[in-house]
Protein backbone atom coordinates (compact mmCIF):
# COMPACT_ATOMS: atom_id res chain seq x y z
CA UNK A 1 0.00 0.00 0.00
CA UNK A 2 1.23 3.70 -0.24
CA UNK A 3 3.53 4.76 2.31
CA UNK A 4 3.18 8.08 4.56
CA UNK A 5 5.77 9.36 6.95
CA UNK A 6 6.04 11.53 9.75
CA UNK A 7 8.78 13.37 11.67
CA UNK A 8 9.73 13.35 14.09
CA UNK A 9 8.01 10.43 15.19
CA UNK A 10 8.80 11.42 19.28
CA UNK A 11 9.52 14.99 20.50
CA UNK A 12 9.74 16.58 23.60
CA UNK A 13 9.75 20.60 23.88
CA UNK A 14 9.60 22.85 27.08
CA UNK A 15 6.07 24.38 27.83
CA UNK A 16 5.94 27.89 25.49
CA UNK A 17 7.93 27.16 22.49
CA UNK A 18 6.71 25.48 19.20
CA UNK A 19 6.93 22.23 17.50
CA UNK A 20 6.87 21.51 13.92
CA UNK A 21 5.43 17.90 12.45
CA UNK A 22 6.05 17.14 9.35
CA UNK A 23 3.98 14.88 6.98
CA UNK A 24 4.74 13.57 3.53
CA UNK A 25 3.42 10.91 1.05
CA UNK A 26 5.97 9.01 -0.48
CA UNK A 27 4.63 7.43 -3.31
CA UNK A 28 2.05 9.18 -3.77
CA UNK A 29 0.40 12.59 -4.44
CA UNK A 30 -1.77 13.85 -1.98
CA UNK A 31 -4.50 16.89 -2.92
CA UNK A 32 -5.54 16.38 0.83
CA UNK A 33 -3.85 15.34 3.86
CA UNK A 34 -5.48 15.39 7.13
CA UNK A 35 -4.15 16.04 10.90
CA UNK A 36 -6.10 14.07 14.11
CA UNK A 37 -4.78 13.67 17.84
CA UNK A 38 -5.45 10.59 19.70
CA UNK A 39 -5.94 10.42 23.30
CA UNK A 40 -5.20 6.92 25.37
CA UNK A 41 -7.34 4.06 24.61
CA UNK A 42 -9.89 6.85 22.36
CA UNK A 43 -10.70 6.96 18.80
CA UNK A 44 -8.83 9.19 16.32
CA UNK A 45 -10.00 13.38 16.68
CA UNK A 46 -10.07 15.07 13.49
CA UNK A 47 -8.01 18.29 13.83
CA UNK A 48 -7.95 19.92 10.48
CA UNK A 49 -8.34 18.84 6.39
CA UNK A 50 -5.80 20.58 4.57
CA UNK A 51 -5.57 20.91 0.50
CA UNK A 52 -2.39 21.59 -1.43
CA UNK A 53 -2.16 25.46 -2.09
CA UNK A 54 -4.82 26.64 0.42
CA UNK A 55 -6.04 27.31 3.70
CA UNK A 56 -6.90 24.05 6.00
CA UNK A 57 -9.95 23.85 7.28
CA UNK A 58 -10.42 23.39 11.08
CA UNK A 59 -13.04 20.94 13.22
CA UNK A 60 -14.82 22.90 15.29
CA UNK A 61 -13.09 23.55 18.84
CA UNK A 62 -9.31 22.85 17.05
CA UNK A 63 -7.40 26.56 17.45
CA UNK A 64 -6.45 27.48 13.99
CA UNK A 65 -3.45 30.37 15.58
CA UNK A 66 -2.28 27.44 17.98
CA UNK A 67 -2.04 24.71 15.27
CA UNK A 68 -0.90 26.23 12.31
CA UNK A 69 -1.14 23.35 9.12
CA UNK A 70 0.79 24.45 5.82
CA UNK A 71 0.28 22.45 3.22
CA UNK A 72 3.06 23.85 0.36
CA UNK A 73 2.99 20.69 -2.00
CA UNK A 74 0.89 17.28 -3.16
CA UNK A 75 3.50 15.44 -1.23
CA UNK A 76 4.11 17.33 2.03
CA UNK A 77 1.90 19.16 5.02
CA UNK A 78 3.27 20.18 8.20
CA UNK A 79 1.84 20.67 11.76
CA UNK A 80 3.10 23.60 14.08
CA UNK A 81 2.18 23.16 17.24
CA UNK A 82 3.03 26.82 18.92
CA UNK A 83 3.70 28.20 22.34
CA UNK A 84 2.59 24.57 23.35
CA UNK A 85 1.58 23.99 26.86
CA UNK A 86 1.65 20.38 28.62
CA UNK A 87 -1.87 20.04 28.05
CA UNK A 88 -0.74 19.60 23.95
CA UNK A 89 0.91 16.64 25.02
CA UNK A 90 -0.65 14.18 22.80
CA UNK A 91 -0.28 11.49 19.70
CA UNK A 92 -0.67 13.36 16.68
CA UNK A 93 -1.08 11.50 13.51
CA UNK A 94 -1.42 12.47 9.53
CA UNK A 95 -2.90 11.06 6.59
CA UNK A 96 -2.90 11.47 2.88
CA UNK A 97 -5.65 11.12 0.57
CA UNK A 98 -4.61 8.96 -2.16
CA UNK A 99 -7.25 7.95 -4.74
CA UNK A 100 -10.41 6.85 -2.62
CA UNK A 101 -8.22 5.70 0.64
CA UNK A 102 -6.36 7.07 3.28
CA UNK A 103 -3.13 5.92 4.40
CA UNK A 104 -2.07 7.75 7.72
CA UNK A 105 1.40 8.02 8.97
CA UNK A 106 3.10 6.36 12.50
CA UNK A 107 2.30 9.31 14.20
CA UNK A 108 4.17 11.69 16.42
CA UNK A 109 4.23 11.03 20.32
CA UNK A 110 4.60 14.86 21.71
CA UNK A 111 5.49 15.95 25.26
CA UNK A 112 5.47 19.43 26.86
CA UNK A 113 6.89 19.44 29.83
CA UNK B 1 -24.32 13.60 9.93
CA UNK B 2 -22.94 10.53 9.41
CA UNK B 3 -22.56 7.92 12.55
CA UNK B 4 -20.07 4.63 12.91
CA UNK B 5 -21.19 2.68 15.85
CA UNK B 6 -19.04 -0.55 17.36
CA UNK B 7 -20.84 -1.83 20.09
CA UNK B 8 -17.62 -4.52 21.36
CA UNK B 9 -14.97 -2.88 22.69
CA UNK B 10 -13.46 -5.85 23.57
CA UNK B 11 -12.70 -8.57 21.82
CA UNK B 12 -11.50 -12.17 22.53
CA UNK B 13 -10.42 -15.37 20.13
CA UNK B 14 -7.67 -18.28 19.86
CA UNK B 15 -5.11 -18.27 17.67
CA UNK B 16 -6.35 -20.26 14.35
CA UNK B 17 -9.71 -19.78 15.77
CA UNK B 18 -12.42 -17.06 13.92
CA UNK B 19 -13.57 -13.85 15.06
CA UNK B 20 -16.20 -11.14 13.85
CA UNK B 21 -15.74 -7.63 14.51
CA UNK B 22 -19.33 -5.30 14.31
CA UNK B 23 -20.00 -2.13 12.70
CA UNK B 24 -23.18 0.01 12.01
CA UNK B 25 -23.20 3.36 10.16
CA UNK B 26 -25.91 5.30 10.27
CA UNK B 27 -26.31 7.48 6.60
CA UNK B 28 -28.79 8.87 4.47
CA UNK B 29 -26.09 8.85 1.41
CA UNK B 30 -26.28 5.64 -0.98
CA UNK B 31 -22.99 6.12 -2.01
CA UNK B 32 -19.96 5.64 0.27
CA UNK B 33 -17.13 3.73 1.52
CA UNK B 34 -16.32 2.07 4.18
CA UNK B 35 -12.79 0.97 5.63
CA UNK B 36 -11.48 -1.01 8.48
CA UNK B 37 -8.08 0.24 10.22
CA UNK B 38 -6.18 -1.80 12.26
CA UNK B 39 -4.33 -0.02 15.04
CA UNK B 40 -1.21 -2.68 17.04
CA UNK B 41 0.46 -0.74 19.95
CA UNK B 42 3.04 0.29 17.43
CA UNK B 43 -0.18 3.10 17.15
CA UNK B 44 0.55 2.76 13.23
CA UNK B 45 -2.76 2.90 11.71
CA UNK B 46 -3.15 -0.03 8.77
CA UNK B 47 -6.08 -0.62 6.12
CA UNK B 48 -7.27 -3.82 6.36
CA UNK B 49 -10.31 -3.77 4.39
CA UNK B 50 -12.37 -1.37 2.09
CA UNK B 51 -15.75 -1.96 0.55
CA UNK B 52 -18.07 0.44 -1.92
CA UNK B 53 -20.89 0.86 -0.84
CA UNK B 54 -22.29 0.15 -4.89
CA UNK B 55 -20.66 -3.25 -5.37
CA UNK B 56 -22.59 -5.80 -3.79
CA UNK B 57 -19.71 -7.88 -3.87
CA UNK B 58 -17.93 -8.29 -0.43
CA UNK B 59 -14.51 -7.33 -0.59
CA UNK B 60 -11.93 -9.96 0.47
CA UNK B 61 -8.27 -9.58 1.34
CA UNK B 62 -6.60 -13.14 2.60
CA UNK B 63 -7.96 -13.42 6.27
CA UNK B 64 -10.40 -10.84 6.19
CA UNK B 65 -13.29 -10.68 4.76
CA UNK B 66 -16.66 -7.92 5.43
CA UNK B 67 -20.18 -9.12 5.26
CA UNK B 68 -21.68 -5.77 3.95
CA UNK B 69 -24.99 -5.53 4.16
CA UNK B 70 -26.48 -1.61 2.62
CA UNK B 71 -29.83 -2.24 3.99
CA UNK B 72 -29.01 -2.76 7.18
CA UNK B 73 -25.96 -0.50 7.17
CA UNK B 74 -24.31 -3.07 8.67
CA UNK B 75 -20.31 -3.68 7.83
CA UNK B 76 -18.89 -6.88 9.85
CA UNK B 77 -15.17 -7.67 9.81
CA UNK B 78 -14.51 -11.33 9.76
CA UNK B 79 -10.74 -12.53 10.74
CA UNK B 80 -10.20 -16.42 9.58
CA UNK B 81 -7.52 -18.19 11.21
CA UNK B 82 -6.37 -15.07 13.33
CA UNK B 83 -2.97 -14.87 14.68
CA UNK B 84 -0.90 -13.27 17.28
CA UNK B 85 -0.10 -10.51 15.03
CA UNK B 86 -3.77 -9.71 14.93
CA UNK B 87 -4.03 -8.23 18.05
CA UNK B 88 -4.63 -4.46 18.12
CA UNK B 89 -7.73 -1.81 17.82
CA UNK B 90 -9.59 -2.13 15.11
CA UNK B 91 -11.85 0.84 13.88
CA UNK B 92 -14.53 0.87 11.52
CA UNK B 93 -14.72 3.77 9.15
CA UNK B 94 -17.18 5.48 6.99
CA UNK B 95 -16.29 8.10 4.28
CA UNK B 96 -18.41 9.90 1.66
CA UNK B 97 -17.64 10.24 -2.04
CA UNK B 98 -15.95 13.37 -2.76
CA UNK B 99 -12.01 14.75 -2.56
CA UNK B 100 -12.98 17.39 0.53
CA UNK B 101 -14.88 14.17 2.10
CA UNK B 102 -13.66 13.06 6.00
CA UNK B 103 -13.62 9.47 7.89
CA UNK B 104 -15.92 9.33 10.21
CA UNK B 105 -14.70 6.57 12.83
CA UNK B 106 -15.88 4.58 15.03
CA UNK B 107 -14.93 3.93 19.08
CA UNK B 108 -12.79 0.93 18.20
CA UNK B 109 -12.64 -2.96 19.39
CA UNK B 110 -9.71 -3.83 21.02
CA UNK B 111 -8.99 -7.62 19.44
CA UNK B 112 -6.96 -9.51 21.73
CA UNK B 113 -5.72 -12.92 20.44
CA UNK B 114 -4.53 -16.03 22.97
CA UNK B 115 -2.94 -19.15 22.59
Known amino acids: GAVVSQHPSWVICKSGTSVKIECRSL??????MFWYRQFPKQSLMLMAT?????????EQGVEKDKFLINHASLTLSTLTVTSAHPEDSSFYIC?????????FGPGTRLTVL | AQTVTQSQPEMSVQEAETVTLSCTYD???????LFWYKQPPSRQMILVIR??????QNATENRFSVNFQKAAKSFSLKISDSQLGDAAMYFC????????????FGTGTRLQVTL
Open chain 1, 27 to 32: DFQATT
Open chain 2, 93 to 104: AYRSPGTASKLT
Open chain 2, 27 to 33: TSESDYY
Open chain 2, 51 to 56: QEAYKQ
Open chain 1, 50 to 58: SNEGSKATY
Open chain 1, 95 to 103: SARGLDTQY
